[in-house]
Nanobody, 123 residues
Framework: QVQLVESGGGLVQAGDSLKLSCVVS????????TGWVRQAPGKEREIVAA???????TYYADSVKGRFIISDNGKNTVYLQMNGLKPEDTAVYFC?????????????????WGQGTQVTVSS
């Protein structure tokens, strides 16, 4: 079984930066895509970034390219550095992991989920 615990959310102003962390426990094989998925009120879940670990492959949604950076420590923690935050980035951010090898680019490809952390960006 896999457990994911997110931290680092909060309330910031537009233009600020924030860094989210996700600690993965249980099965932590490299190559199993781990990513960040956000959900704003009344909207569908949107995958914003994902990594296959160790820099092998990454994915970014167009809405965050050039502003968000996903990274990992090679062992059990994935980070999401969010720069130039906008009010439209406001959402609950979930850490998610695939139960199979490969990088998933849609939220439906992820099998394990954390509890989520709220990010609120004021204008």
């Amino acid at each position: 079984q896999v457990q994911l615990v997110e931290s680092g959310g909060g309330l910031v102003q537009a233009g600020d930066s924030l860094k989210l962390s996700c600690v993965v426990s249980g099965r932590t094989d490299s190559g199993y895509g781990t990513g960040w998925v956000r959900q704003a009120p009344g909207k569908e879940r949107e995958i914003v970034a994902a990594t296959a670990w160790n820099g092998d492959a990454t994915y970014y949604a167009d809405s965050v390219k050039g502003r968000f950076i996903i990274s990992d420590n090679g062992k059990n923690t994935v980070y999401l550095q969010m720069n130039g935050l906008k009010p439209e980035d406001t959402a609950v951010y979930f850490c998610a992991r695939r139960g199979r090898y490969g990088l998933g680019t849609t939220s439906g490809e992820y099998d394990y989920w954390g509890q989520g952390t709220q990010v609120t960006v004021s204008s």
